[in-house]
């Protein structure tokens, strides 16, 4: 664990933070063995005094240098051969980070997890002051304000009050998207409304259990770190009374701070606390899709950024483009900064959607984030019906998915063997319900299955046509 803040003690300061992170993380332990059995903290100040806007957009910037120069590729060479992941957390600002790679050079870590930055007990207001110090640090002019309806007052006061402060600022514009997070496959619709616009994105939703969706949809992979804000309305502290106990006892035993009994039922400590903790479900949630913790390191648990130099243009992927197609992929990176806001809510299962490999997105060593474990447990469940030849069980995108997964394991060689024999059996199975081009395609991964003389180019060529027709 880094602590980053000025080390200037205060009520909010890292002596109180800093122990409500100690005591998640104990209980995350607790209840989380398997992955939270041990941790170590080191404490990391930055100098200085700023405002919390100031503070924390200077933070996201300084975490945003994670991406910078990170143009990784499939390759996982230079990895350490223990599990470990970082939690970064600024208690000041209520800043938290998961990254990857053990070093304690912060910013020279070019591989770690998805980053949670949640903005505990940041005010509306500097929220938007952090999002717009953002997006003039990286040269941005436009990004898409995403509210999530199905939230809620709530969410609609704060996205006014961050339009309003993003009114005032000059050369930063604010587009606003609706989402309605009821309804299916909605966020991917109201992104690939915001991708018209900019690839910056903020979304505003009390539904933390988003940030594990958008994580693990296949299309969404390329972010930016995502951010979200707790507060409460009715709090039964008598439940947690445990807990602001041992917080209080921490910030004594090892911070030399005491805090008042009348300040110990604190909304920010409770907030930095419930926060980590949800972070530590999310990694276990991930963990138990990826298995990416629970092996050796070689065998995954780091994430690279495969792709342009970070960070990316704020232009519209039609902007950017010049011959579409003509291109390896016909997507440019999506940047989402996630601001969910309000109400810690139980996290809900996972939500998938239809896959594509992309050009520029995040490896996790040599397999995607989300896309293997889905489509493995596609593998496993269709396995005996493929060999069968039982037409029904499958769909025709995702007959195409599993031929553009058997390609992508054959080229990354990847330990899953299984799917490499389903070219053959799937082509045949569905190749009378297919278009001329599906089969044309499907015949040219067959062929590829089968010799396995082609160049790493030709794979991919294949596969992108593949995830195009899927």
Known sequence: MIIAGSGSPNSLGYETMGSAYDVAINKAGELYPDIFRSFAVTRHFTSGKFSCADATGETIVAL????????????????????????????????????????????????????????????YNNLGLAII???????????????????????????????????????????????????D????????????????TVLATIFPELYVTILMTDSLQQILPFAFSLTFGNINWTAVSGEVTQIAERSRSNYNLT?????????????????????????????????????????????RWFGVTFPPSDKPNSDRRSNERETVTAVIATVIVAAIILLLTSFSIWRTSKTKYYNQTWILDSERL??????????????????????????????????????????????????????????AIV????????????????????????????????????????
């Not at 006061?157 to 309804?183: E, H, K, Y």
């Open 64 to 123: 945003g240098e994670l991406f910078a120069q990170s143009t990784g590729n499939f390759s996982s060479g230079g990895q350490l051969g223990e599990r470990e992941f970082r939690v970064v957390l600024s208690p000041e600002d209520d800043i938290t980070v998961i990254t990857s790679l053990a070093t304690l050079g912060l910013l020279d870590d070019k591989r770690r997890f998805p980053t949670v930055l949640p903005f505990g007990g940041i005010s």
């Open 133 to 183: 110090a953002v997006v003039r640090r990286y040269g941005w002019s436009t990004f898409n304000l995403v509210c999530d309806t199905a939230s809620g007052i709530g969410v609609e006061v704060a996205c006014g009050i961050v339009r309003q402060t993003v009114l005032a600022a000059r050369n930063v514009n604010a587009v606003s998207i609706p989402l309605d997070s009821n309804t």
């Open 185 to 200: 496959a909605a966020i991917e619709t109201a992104l690939q409304s915001c991708s018209t616009r900019s690839s910056v």
């Open 259 to 303: 805090i008042p009994s009348n300040m110990q039922r604190n909304i920010a400590q409770l907030g930095t606390f419930e926060s980590a903790l949800i972070l530590t479900q999310t990694v276990l949630q991930l963990n138990s899709e990826t298995k990416s913790l629970s092996t050796p390191m070689t065998q995954g648990s780091s994430i």
């Open 370 to 427: 989300g896309w293997i474990p889905l489509e493995t447990q596609i593998c496993q469940e269709h396995h005996q019906q493929l060999l069968q030849g039982i037409r029904s069980a499958f769909d025709i995108p995702t007959a195409l998915r599993l031929c553009c997964l058997s390609l992508f394991l054959k080229k990354t060689a990847a330990p899953l063997e299984a799917p490499g024999k389903f070219v053959p059996q799937i082509l």
């Open 431 to 470: 190749k009378p319900d297919l278009k001329p081009e599906q089969a044309a395609v499907l015949e040219q991964a067959r062929d590829m299955m089968q010799d396995g003389g082609q160049s790493p180019d030709d794979i991919r060529a294949v596969i992108l046509k593949l995830a195009d027709l899927a």
